[in-house]
Structure formats: structure tokens, C-alpha cells
């Protein structure tokens, strides 16, 4: 029984060694598998990847902006101003659309028609905006030195046409629409003008300016009016003043001054008074009833009617010796002063009436051109309208024809400008493979498999250690002896040993 109990203790033992003996070759062929597959795949890598080569430059969009204004006399102006494309959102950037544009399809389609290649063979480039400036680097691979560098100058060639035709459209759209509205203004303005042309024709008024000048000259006319107005007053007070003094009329003395210069006038007069002062010697004489008196005095009534008939040739009126007596000059002591007076007298008298006339005349004038002034008013108003729409015509067709011709010089406000700092250089070393790369990750990932798979080994048996501490010693049992067939029991023990 004891030599049983041996027999079972030394058969576990040994069964648990081979069990852990056995792990470990496991782990030593996952280990060697393993760097096997990453040395290989460093080695293909290395001897099989074809070497490409990469190429970068770099571009930058000017951040200025430029104003231009044109100013026309008399119509208007135009301005137009290209502002700087970072100048009022912060968080749009053009350079993302020259970013989305540069690696369109159809800028490398047209970029690999310059190189004779197709789409699939130019891939497309790397850019990268960078922060803070307005700086975009690019970067483009290729199979060869040459083909990297020419791919790079293809593709910025491509870019910069792209940039154009954008421009250029985006003008044509501009300047059709221009285009449309300078046609419309063009008919505007000539409606304008035929209308004001039939205006000035069909009316008084030619310009505004009518107006002014109208307006100007009955000022001018009424104030010759209160200067005439204010000389005929004056004139009028001396000659009150003369005829109270004379104590006669102007219209007398007038008339007295006007036969007093008749010499026809003053041979009647004389034959008259002749024949009165021979008539008073012989009344003294002779009776009224004589022949010589009868004759006289027949003399004297034909002299009266021949200076009837002259007075009322000259002042309109019958000769009245009355007033020829108040009128007359006197004798030669007096008459130089009284005919002074006189000369004055009918002189205020003429100056008078001839102001008077004057003043009249000048009335009429301002009253006619007062009315003419009116109408004109009503029909300079609608000529001031016809004008001012001539002028909004001309403004604009104006201002659209320079707008016009300034659209054409800025064709940088949608896309603007760029600039090549520094151009795409000729690689002289291969950017992959990367052999020195490609052995230091195969190194690396040995050392974490190796390491790896020996953590795992030396778990296992710290495992196996502590399950066969933690296990109590097998006791021996008793083998059963069976009293029927003792020979067979024997015979099984010996052969289990």
C-alpha cells in the first residue's frame, strides 16, 4: 500500500512538469512568428515600395485693398474700391476656396493635360493654410525628381488659368449686366431729351436762366420807375412853386411863351395894337359914328380875327387880350427875369409831363412783364422738372458707362491676387521609402512582441506555482483487496506501476 501511494504522488508530479514544459515552446514559436512577419513586411517594404519624391512651395494673397474714384463736372461720379479680403470676416478666408480650387478635379485635369498624363496618375496635392499670415503651402509626390518638380509647376500653371477663367467670367457676367443697364440708361436718357427738346420748342421758355433774367429786369425797371416817379414829383413842386409866383398856370404861360415866339403871330399883334393906338387919338378927334373911326375900328376887328385865327393854330384857342396882357413879358426891364420864369415854368411843365409819360410807359412795361413772368413761372416749373430729369438721366447713364469702364480693371475683388514665394524646388532624395524608418518601427515592434510573449510565458508558470502551493499532499489510500480473486488485484497494481 505504501509503494501504491508513492507510485501516485510521483506520477502527478510528473504529469505537471511535462504540462509546463510543454507551454513554452507555444510561446517561443508565436515570438518567432511574429518578428519574422514584422522583419518581412520592413524588408518588403524597403526592397519593394518604388521611391517617390516631394516637392513644396508656397503662395501668398495680398491683404491690401485700393480705392479709385472719378469725378464728373456737372453729372455725377463714380468710385469703385477693392477691399481687402480679410478686412471684415474674420472667419472667411479665401484662401479655403483657393484651397477647395487648387485640388478641384478640374484643375489637375488640366494640370495633367499639360503633362501629357491622366487624372488617376497626378494625385492630388497636400495644402496647408497657415495660420496667422497669408501664407498656403503646397506639396505634390511623384516617381521622379523631374516629373515631382514639373507636377508642382503644371498644377500652379493650372491653378492660376482656373483663377483667370473665374475672373473673367465673373467680369463677362458683370459687365453684361452692366452692359444691359447702360443700354437701358441710354434710352432713358434720350427719351429725357426729345422730351425736354419738344418742351422748349412748343413753349416761351428755352432754360431757366429766362427767368432769372426776366426777374432781373423788372427789378431793374421798377426801380427806374420810383426814380422817374420821384424826379416827376420834384418837378412838379418847382413848377407850382414858379406859377405861384407868376400867378399863373403853366398851361398859360405855355401858351403865352408859345405865341410870344410865333413872328407871324407878333405882326398881327403889332398891326393890332397899331391900329388900337391910332384908335384912341382919333376917338378923341372924332365921334364913334365917324367913317375914320368906323373904318379903325374895322381895321382893328380884321388884325383881332387874324390873331384869333393864329392863336388857335398855335395853343387851340382864341387870342384873349386878358391873359396876353397877364402874359405878356413887358417891357424890356422885366422881360429877361419874366421870360427866365417863364423858360423855367414851361421847362418843369415839359420835364413833367415827359416823366409822367415816362412813369406810364414804365408801368405798362413791368405790368406786361409781370404777366409774362407768371406764365413763364408755370412753364419754367415743367422745364425745371424735364431738366432734372435730363440730368438724373445723364448722371446715370454716366456713372454706369465709368462703372463700365472701371469694372475692368478690378478683376481681383472676388479672387484676388497671388503670389509665389517660394517655387517648387527639384527633390534630390526620395521621400519614400523611408528605410531608416521602416527598420526603427521593425525594431520596435520586435521588442514589444518578444517582450510581450515572455510576460505571457512568465505568468503562466507564477500560475502553475501558486496552484501547486495552494494544493495539500495526496494521502495514500488503502487499495481494496478483493478476497474473491486476489491474484487479479495483484496483477493490476503491478501493471499500474
Do not use: C
Not at 480705392?67 to 480679410?86: C, H, N, R
Not at 501664407?135 to 525628381?145: K, Q, S, Y
Not at 359914328?289 to 390873331?307: C, G, M, S, T, Y
Not at 413887358?330 to 415839359?350: M, P, V
Request: net charge neutral.
Amino acid at each position: 500500500m505504501n509503494d501504491a501511494v508513492k507510485i501516485f504522488s510521483h506520477y502527478n508530479t510528473k504529469s505537471g512538469s511535462v504540462s509546463r514544459k510543454r507551454r513554452w515552446p507555444i510561446y517561443l514559436f508565436l515570438g518567432i512568428t511574429s518578428n519574422l512577419l514584422v522583419w518581412g513586411a520592413a524588408i518588403a517594404y524597403i526592397t519593394l515600395k518604388a521611391p517617390t519624391y516631394t516637392t513644396k512651395w508656397s503662395i501668398t494673397l495680398p491683404s491690401t485693398g485700393s480705392t479709385s474714384k472719378v469725378d464728373l463736372p456737372g453729372i455725377g461720379g463714380a468710385s469703385s474700391q477693392t477691399d481687402s479680403p480679410y478686412r471684415y470676416d474674420s472667419h472667411h478666408d479665401p484662401r479655403e476656396n483657393y484651397k477647395y480650387i487648387a485640388a478641384s478635379d478640374q484643375v489637375r485635369s488640366r494640370a495633367a493635360q499639360l503633362l501629357n498624363l491622366d487624372l488617376k496618375a497626378f494625385n492630388k496635392p497636400q495644402i496647408e493654410i497657415i495660420g496667422n499670415s497669408t501664407l498656403m503651402e503646397f506639396e505634390i509626390v511623384g516617381d521622379t525628381p523631374q516629373l515631382t518638380q514639373q507636377k508642382a509647376t503644371a498644377l500652379h500653371q493650372a491653378f492660376l488659368l482656373q483663377l483667370e477663367e473665374l475672373r473673367q467670367e465673373e467680369i463677362s457676367d458683370q459687365d453684361r449686366n452692366l452692359e444691359m443697364l447702360l443700354n437701358q440708361s441710354q434710352q432713358n436718357l434720350q427719351k429725357a431729351q426729345a422730351r425736354l427738346s419738344e418742351y422748349q420748342v412748343t413753349s416761351n421758355i428755352i432754360s431757366s436762366e429766362q427767368l432769372v433774367d426776366l426777374s432781373k429786369t423788372i427789378e431793374a425797371l421798377r426801380k427806374q420807375k420810383a426814380e422817374v416817379d420821384a424826379l416827376n414829383r420834384q418837378s412838379n413842386a418847382r413848377m407850382v412853386q414858379i406859377a405861384q409866383n407868376l400867378d399863373l398856370t403853366p398851361a398859360e404861360a405855355n401858351e403865352a411863351f408859345a405865341l410870344q415866339s410865333d413872328s407871324l403871330f407878333q405882326d398881327y399883334l403889332l398891326k393890332y395894337q397899331t391900329a388900337r393906338g391910332e384908335l384912341m387919338t382919333l376917338t378923341s378927334v372924332y365921334t364913334s359914328r365917324h367913317p375914320v373911326v368906323l373904318a379903325k375900328q374895322q381895321e382893328i376887328d380884321q388884325a383881332e380875327a387874324e390873331l384869333n385865327q393864329r392863336s388857335q393854330q398855335i395853343v387851340g384857342r382864341p387870342f384873349d387880350p386878358e391873359i396876353w396882357e397877364q402874359t405878356n413879358l413887358g417891357n424890356a426891364e422885366n422881360a429877361s427875369k419874366r421870360e427866365l420864369f417863364f423858360q423855367e415854368l414851361i421847362t418843369f411843365q415839359t420835364e413833367n409831363v415827359g416823366l409822367e409819360a415816362q412813369s406810364q410807359e414804365l408801368g405798362q412795361q413791368i405790368e406786361r412783364l409781370e404777366k409774362r413772368l407768371k406764365t413763364l413761372s408755370i412753364q419754367g416749373s415743367k422745364l425745371e422738372n424735364l431738366q432734372r430729369d435730363v440730368q438724373i438721366a445723364e448722371a446715370v447713364f454716366s456713372s454706369t458707362l465709368t462703372q463700365l469702364d472701371m469694372s475692368k480693371s478690378n478683376i481681383f475683388a472676388s479672387y484676388p491676387r497671388i503670389q509665389m514665394l517660394t517655387p517648387p524646388a527639384l527633390p534630390e532624395e526620395p521621400s519614400s521609402p523611408k528605410t531608416l524608418l521602416a527598420l526603427l518601427g521593425a525594431g520596435m515592434s520586435s521588442v514589444f512582441f518578444t517582450a510581450g510573449f515572455l510576460l505571457l510565458w512568465m505568468r503562466d508558470v507564477k500560475n502553475q506555482r501558486r496552484k501547486q502551493s495552494a494544493m495539500p499532499d495526496p494521502k495514500p489510500q488503502p487499495i481494496p483487496v478483493n478476497s474473491a480473486h486476489p491474484q487479479h488485484n495483484s496483477s493490476t497494481a503491478v501493471s499500474k506501476r
